[in-house]
């Protein structure tokens, strides 16, 4: 919701000019939530993906589950878009958009804008997806094998590349491929702080005090209100992402021993919040387009209604109909590869039990 109220941009009077341009100046920070979920990201695939299992996940298992996911309603968002706002793309930016790679090497971090904008930031998070599905063949240490991938990408080849490590996300290094600047940027650290934050949370989960969960918790809060009220800098893995991730260890564990209780309307909001992140931009430009500007206060604040409402309600039908159909279907198509890795083991043991049964 923070990203919408970035991108929707608008102006909201209240009791003095001070108090407004205070309004607007947080307003216009609402590129923070894209560190937070980044570092949220890292969590929940730890979390569910390994910490909360017996055993990790099969690797061919998560990328079905994360495709499926991810790419359809991704891919129909942007179809959607390039149809919709009538930009002038070519089918190389609508390929690149579809397959997440970055649309030039050059705007650190976002590497050009696709088709529907929010789409840089998947393109992150299917390279995260990318290194966590191969961390999975080490199973136990898969953890251990996502972090140190990371640091390879981010810290070791910049070291080799004759440049010192770096926390900065506009670094931008000399590589051959927007891709490869896309893996290595400090950015990408941002996974790592989920994933270690799920580590702390599995060992310490039901064995924290709550003074300490009160002061993490406390703190988290603080750094992110100061940082909303003070930062101006852009996306940062130190000023950012560490605060997101103290913010979101004092949640879970809050949350866990009983403090934080999430009310029903912030579960439906973290129900649909990936098809608002997908479409928010898209109703936002068309808004912007179609509706005269407003005028008075009145009128202000009843398109801010009038965009929050239209917002929630498409985003709640393409959850609906869209993006949960999606991940039944990766759903559908584990099952499937699991029956029919059933009915060939059950095949393959008939053929040995024949081959046994003939005289030597």
């Known amino acids: 919701m923070y990203v919408f109220l970035f991108h929707a941009k608008n102006q909201l009077p209240l009791w003095s000019e001070d108090a407004t341009a205070t309004l607007t100046s947080i307003?216009?920070?609402?590129?923070?939530?894209?560190?937070?979920?980044?570092?949220?990201?890292?969590?929940?695939?730890?979390?569910?993906?390994?910490?909360?299992?017996?055993?990790?996940?099969?690797?061919?298992?998560?990328?079905?589950?994360?495709?499926?996911?991810?790419a359809p309603p991704y891919w129909l968002s942007t179809i959607l878009a390039a149809y919709l706002l009538l930009q002038s793309n070519t089918m190389e930016d609508l390929a690149k958009s579809l397959l997440f790679y970055p649309r030039n090497g050059n705007e650190t971090p976002f590497y050009g804008y696709p088709i529907n904008g929010v789409g840089w930031t998947?393109?992150?998070?299917?390279?995260?997806?990318?290194?966590?599905?191969?961390?999975?063949?080490?199973?136990?240490?898969?953890?251990?094998?996502?972090?140190?991938?990371?640091?390879?990408?981010?810290?070791?080849?910049?070291?080799?590349?004759?440049t010192s490590i770096s926390f900065d996300p506009y670094r931008n290094l000399e590589l051959s491929r927007a891709y490869f600047r896309m893996a290595?940027?400090?950015?990408?650290?941002?996974?790592?702080?989920?994933?270690?934050?799920?580590?702390?949370?599995?060992?310490?989960?039901?064995?924290?005090?709550?003074?300490?969960?009160?002061?993490?918790?406390?703190?988290?809060?603080?750094?992110?209100?100061?940082?909303i009220m003070a930062h101006s800098d852009g996306h940062s893995v130190l000023k950012l992402g560490l605060p997101a991730a103290v913010l979101l260890l004092g949640a879970v564990f809050a949350e866990d021993t009983g403090m934080l209780k999430i009310p029903k309307t912030a579960v439906w909001l973290g129900e649909i919040s990936f098809s608002i992140y997908l479409v928010h931009a898209i109703i936002v430009i068309i808004i912007r387009a179609k509706m005269p500007v407003p005028l008075g206060i009145a009128s202000q604040y009843g398109k801010f209604a009038?965009?929050?409402?239209?917002?929630?309600?498409?985003?709640?039908?393409?959850?609906?109909?869209?993006?949960?159909?999606?991940?039944?279907l990766g759903y559908y198509f584990i099952a499937l590869f699991q029956r029919l890795r059933g009915a060939l083991g059950e095949c393959t043991a008939r053929h040995r039990k024949t081959l046994n049964a003939w005289p030597k």
């Open 122 to 162: 998947l393109n992150y998070e299917m390279f995260f997806y990318a290194l966590f599905c191969g961390a999975l063949f080490f199973r136990r240490y898969a953890l251990l094998a996502v972090l140190v991938a990371i640091g390879v990408c981010t810290m070791l080849v910049p070291v080799i590349l004759g």
């Open 27 to 70: 307003m216009n920070r609402g590129f923070m939530g894209v560190d937070v979920f980044f570092v949220i990201s890292g969590f929940i695939l730890a979390w569910v993906g390994v910490l909360s299992r017996k055993q990790p996940d099969s690797a061919l298992n998560f990328a079905i589950k994360r495709f499926f996911r991810v």
């Open 184 to 227: 290595t940027n400090p950015l990408v650290m941002e996974f790592a702080l989920g994933v270690l934050c799920a580590m702390a949370y599995a060992k310490y989960r039901g064995r924290t005090p709550r003074a300490i969960v009160s002061i993490l918790l406390t703190a988290g809060l603080g750094l992110m209100t100061w940082r």
């Open 306 to 328: 009038c965009d929050l409402g239209i917002l929630l309600l498409v985003s709640y039908y393409w959850h609906r109909w869209i993006e949960a159909p999606s991940a039944d």
